[in-house]
């Protein structure tokens, strides 16, 4: 894959995991909320290590 192409996989994982974050405040379930934030949060995780591979060389 290219990397610009890789480069918009990464932005949208982030602007996923953003949405999510927006939404677990939202909500007022307890439940919900928490597994909503622990979506984004891998989703912010995955999309760091997106960008880790990219800047490495690494073949991703």
């Known amino acids: 894959m290219s990397v610009a192409r ?3 996989r990464a932005q949208q994982m982030r602007e996923k995991a953003r ?3 927006e939404a677990a ?3 007022s379930d307890p439940e919900q ?7 984004a949060r891998k989703l912010r995780e995955q999309s ?4 880790g591979r990219e800047n490495s060389g690494l073949p991703v």
Not at 33 to 39: A, G
Not at 48 to 51: F, S
């Open 25 to 27: 405040e939202r909500t």
């Open 6 to 8: 890789e480069n918009d």
């Open 33 to 39: 909320r928490r597994r909503l934030q622990e979506k």
């Open 48 to 51: 760091e290590q997106q960008d």
């Open 19 to 21: 949405h999510m974050a």
